[in-house]
């Protein structure tokens, strides 16, 4: 299983982006999704987390209202809509997949590492 992400760019503070992560190898609706980011000099941290059924979704609170998780199981792809975007916003925004575990995985915290597959990151950077 292989993830793509892609859609990363520069963007003035207030714009937006939406990043997209396509999943090869298998069916995407087998998997609980996330999103991650790391900063420069930061540990990278989970944005967005949601279920393998879409019944459960949550956001950091540095971009709860802001950004919108999404999946496209026909298509195989995840999309991390990015609205308002702030220069703190500034990243490597990873996807990562997680398949073995049962529905309650997005409702913990878990690193990026522990995700089934994980992908190569997208840069995304917010100008003032």
């Known amino acids: 299983v292989q993830l793509q992400a892609s859609g990363g760019g520069l963007v003035l503070s207030g714009g937006s982006l939406r990043l997209s992560c396509l999943v090869s190898?298998?069916?995407?609706?087998?998997?609980?999704i996330g999103w991650f980011r790391q900063a420069p000099e930061k540990g990278r941290e989970e944005v967005s987390c949601?279920?393998?059924?879409?019944?459960?979704?949550k956001y950091s609170d540095s971009v709860k209202g802001r950004f919108t998780i999404s999946r496209d199981n026909a298509n195989n792809t995840v999309y991390l809509q990015m609205n308002s975007l702030k220069p703190e916003d500034t990243a490597v925004y990873y996807c990562?997949?997680?398949?073995?575990?049962?529905?309650?995985?997005?409702?913990?915290?878990?690193?990026?590492?522990?995700?089934?597959?994980r992908g190569q990151g997208t840069q995304v950077t917010v100008s003032s």
């Open positions: 949601t279920s393998q059924t879409n019944s459960f979704t």
């Open positions: 190898g298998s069916t995407l609706d087998a998997y609980h």
């Open positions: 990562a997949v997680e398949g073995r575990y049962g529905t309650t995985w997005c409702n913990v915290s878990f690193e990026f590492d522990y995700y089934q597959y």
